[in-house]
């Protein structure tokens, strides 16, 4: 499913805005069918009627009535109906409230105004998707229903107050659970361990190749992973190969043994073992499942 590179804010000339939906199936908002695609607006969608499956990153699952999401800027996204809602003569609709905010417009404040770092430390969270749930979803839904009244300076600071909300509440958590969130408090040494991770994940990677990048000893080297990333290396390799994996699945259409080599398998049956024990299926049951869902748009 390629993945499609888009902006909102020039195209609904508005840099906060309320969109709500009602209609036989979900579509993008310039598009008439629905699209993997990724902006650099922040993006708060609730959906109040329809069902069916959403993958944020690299993240698959079904979504129902009452499903809240708050991404950040440039995070892949797609919402899919279930394929009822394409069937001839189908009476169901889909009904969602989504905003879209343009980061730039809070950016000077978020920089200044210590009394809006939690806000600006969430939104920094929604790089890997935050769920809404609970008593916080509801007071937020009452408000985002209200919200396509407001005008001017009392829509953005309902706007802020909907994002404070979401930075203080404990009903939410992060969706992107298979890659791992790098701390910007990384030393110097374990960011060139990363980075050289990062650029080396079709390769083979060995213990000894990473302690020589830090300029430590094995021992040494697995002792100070552990205690700054609070798991070994081999685990921390695995998850970054199965993160790339599902992103490849998602959005390069090439076999599955290109893509275990492109993830540094040699073995496609282990890499098939591997992913399977990590996402819960199979690559190839995870590929066909988004591939299906995709072509019903």
Not at 257 to 271: K, L, Q, R, T
């Amino acid at each position: 499913m390629r993945l499609l590179q888009t902006e909102i804010t020039p195209y609904i000339n508005n840099s906060l805005f309320l969109d709500f939906r009602d209609q036989p199936y979900l579509s993008s908002l310039n598009n008439a069918q629905a699209s993997f695609h990724k902006h650099p607006e922040l993006q708060l969608t609730f959906i109040l009627e329809g069902f069916g499956k959403r993958i944020i990153g690299n993240e698959v699952a079904q979504f129902e009535p009452g499903d809240m999401v708050f991404i950040g800027s440039n995070v892949p996204h797609i919402w899919l109906s279930d394929p009822v809602f394409y069937e001839e003569g189908s009476s169901l609709r889909s009904k969602v409230i989504t905003v879209y905010i343009n980061p730039k417009i809070f950016q000077q404040m978020f920089d200044f105004v210590n009394e809006f770092d939690g806000i600006r430390d969430m939104i920094q969270q929604a790089s890997k998707g935050i769920n809404i749930y609970g008593e916080t979803r509801n007071i937020i839904a009452e408000k985002l229903i209200t919200l396509s009244s407001k005008k001017g300076f009392e829509k953005a600071m309902d706007l802020l107050q909907i994002m404070n909300i979401i930075s203080v509440s404990s009903e939410k958590n992060l969706i992107i659970s298979k890659d791992i969130e790098e701390p910007v408090t990384h030393s110097d040494r374990l960011l060139e361990v990363i980075n050289f991770i990062k650029d080396n994940l079709h390769e083979q990677i060995t213990l000894e190749q990473v302690a020589e990048v830090a300029c430590m000893t094995v021992p040494s080297f697995c002792r100070f992973f552990k205690n700054k990333v609070k798991k070994t290396f081999l685990q921390y390799l695995v998850e970054q190969r199965m993160a790339h994996a599902c992103k490849l699945l998602i959005e390069v259409d090439k076999p599955i043994s290109d893509i275990a080599s492109m993830c540094g398998y040699n073995s496609n049956s282990h890499f098939c073992k591997v992913f399977r024990e990590h996402i819960g299926q199979s690559p190839y049951q995870y590929k066909c499942s988004i591939a299906k869902s995709a072509e019903l748009c």
